[in-house]
């Protein structure tokens, strides 16, 4: 009987979350002078979407698998599903993030870091001065003017630590379904001192640690969605934090190390309609249809 | 008109034992490329302006490579003791380059 059990839990993958794809039904792809699309294939994460003449058609998220070049295919594979749109409509493809250079169907590649001051500026709107990127397994601080483009940057991937990947590693272990995290941990007495460590090696043997000393399952992951806001704060705060600021990326969907973040620096993060874990593809989708109008589209 | 004149490009990391940042402000840099030459630890590059795709002047960046690990690369210009000027920040003329620590 135990062993039943246990076979049941290991087939729960708590890390996971649902893949989605959306494609805008009001827009007439078939009209649209040039289409470009943005495939963003990062750590964790794989986004592809499709613009048509600057605005957005179709959009995929997907999980990033061991193959890069596979992911990028599936993204964009996923993005057009069920539009119609032949692949070979596409005028220009823009590869970005960690595994831009393992996009095979991308003209050019562009960093991700332009990509998410660019897609930030539209899907927050042209009012963002400030945006964090919280990705699988870096960290991206990036302030931009009213044209989205980047005035000053910091990208910290040396360590994944208070990263995505860490916060799925921590709801396996604590067997939390991912999308769960953020609301359970607003449910405690009292706020924790946060863990001493973000290190996700490290953070598993203290989390451990203090489920064995009692600690509820909830409290711990306070503790450690106020370490990951932090540590987040430790970096953005080197760049200057100006007013909007917005947050992209998985972890934006996170209200637990989001409200413990903004707290910490006092402001309201802006909001959207839009999948927050879709601007770097929509950055570099955006770039596209700018360097085909500028006739700087070379193939 | 420029709608900002300052340009920040910061490379480096932030670890346990402190803060290790190159920045480079990309509106001044010209792309001569002499801080690549000055430079003996071959942190620095010259190339395409990674990250504003439309600006088509070349820029200095520092490698890929070098930029999880410029506390050790850059550490033989950095004594302890009776630091000179950094080459790098000497080859720039327009003052470009700065370093964090």
Known sequence: MAEE???NDEKQEFWRWTESNWKNPDLKWEDAKIITAGIDVGSVSSQAVICADGEIFAYSNMRTGSDSPESAKNALNYALEGTNMPESRIDYCIGTGYGRVNVPMADRSITEIACHARGANFIYGNEVRTVLDVGGQDCKAIRCDE???VINFLMNDKCAAGTGRG??????????????VGE?????KEEPTPVSSTCVVYAKTEATGLLR????????????????????????????????????????KNVGVIDRLMKIIKMDPMK??????????????????TLVQKGKGRK | MKGCDLILANYGYKDGSGEYFITIDTDKCDGCGKCVEACPGKVLEVGEDQNDPLNENEVAFVTEAERKKIKYTCGPCKPASNRPELPCVTACEPNAIEHSW
Do not use: H
Request: hydrophobic residues 50%; charged residues 25%.
């Open chain 1, 213 to 252: 000393k009692g600690w509820e399952v909830n409290e711990v992951l306070a503790a450690y969605c106020a370490a990951m806001a932090e540590r987040i704060y430790s970096l953005i705060e080197r760049i200057g934090i100006e007013k909007e600021f917005a947050i992209t990326g998985g972890m934006a």
């Open chain 1, 167 to 180: 916060m799925e590693v921590f709801a396996d272990l604590l067997s939390v379904p991912i999308v769960d």
């Open chain 1, 147 to 149: 044209k989205g483009k």
């Open chain 1, 184 to 188: 359970r941990s607003f449910k405690i």
């Open chain 1, 5 to 7: 059990v246990k076979e």
């Open chain 1, 272 to 289: 959207t309609k839009w999948d927050t874990q879709i601007a770097g593809a929509v950055g570099a989708g955006l770039f596209g249809y």
